[in-house]
């Protein structure tokens, strides 16, 4: 597509829930990152995907997130038994190569805890 | 450890004025320097980034930006405002050696005032 699409762009979640946030990023883009961006703050990045194999995930808070790129395209960042901490923005961008400085991000996902 | 600082959390300004957001990184090693503009519920958009060659950068809707080594510094300029520039400015940075991630700043809420 044209750009990187991200669903849904709101979600509210009961604490305990779990929850399935989707990244469909450039068509052909190599490299995927996920980013949180608590309120008032910058984004923190918390995963990093190169096709299909995830290169990076030291910035996934804690087990309870998981994310995956099984076909090198979409992604799905999954967050088992939602906290209100968890509440935040989440960005995903695509990159054609290897680089950062080709980044291109979606709208977000917006995840409220209640 | 690198990190990132916006030294103004939030600047207002009347259109038509001059206005720097200023960015300090912690790093003596080579970096890479961007700064991206979010608009209210949309996402990262790029605005100008340093990689090599000259320190004086140039990018979209008349910003720039100066890359300063000795001074570990990367501030954003504009020489005249208007109302449609306010939103929040992030500058953010990669060290290749830890990836190729970027890490923001907490982010300069620019405000244009008539």
């Known amino acids: 597509g044209a750009g990187v699409s991200q669903s849904p762009r709101y979600k509210v979640a009961k604490r305990g829930q779990d929850v399935a946030l989707r990244c469909d990023p450039i068509?052909?883009?190599?490299?995927l990152f996920w980013y949180q961006q608590a309120l008032g703050q910058g984004p923190e990045f918390l995963t990093y995907?190169?096709?299909?194999?995830?290169?990076?995930k030291s910035g996934l808070p804690s087990d309870r997130f998981f994310a995956e790129r099984p076909e090198g395209s979409v992604s799905t960042l999954k967050i088992q038994r939602t906290q209100q901490e968890d509440s935040a923005v989440y960005l995903c961008a695509s990159s054609q190569g290897q680089g950062a400085w080709g980044y291109t991000f979606g709208s977000g996902t917006r995840l409220t805890v209640v | 450890a690198q990190s990132v600082t916006q030294l103004d959390s939030q600047v207002p300004v009347f259109e038509e004025a001059p206005v720097e957001l200023r960015c300090n990184y912690s790093?003596?090693?080579?970096?890479?320097l961007f700064w991206y503009v979010q608009y209210p519920n949309q996402g990262l958009q790029l605005l100008l980034k340093?990689?090599?060659?000259?320190?004086l950068v140039k990018g979209i809707n008349g910003f720039e930006a100066e890359f300063n080594k000795s001074q570990t510094s990367f501030h954003l300029r504009k020489p005249s405002v208007h109302i449609s520039d306010t939103a929040e400015y992030f500058c953010a940075v990669i060290l290749m050696e830890y990836g190729n991630k970027l890490v923001f700043g907490a982010g300069t809420i620019l405000r244009v005032k008539s």
């Open positions: 340093y990689l090599s060659g000259s320190t």
């Open positions: 995907f190169q096709n299909e194999a995830q290169l990076d």
């Open positions: 068509s052909g883009h190599v490299s």
């Open positions: 790093s003596s090693v080579s970096v890479y």
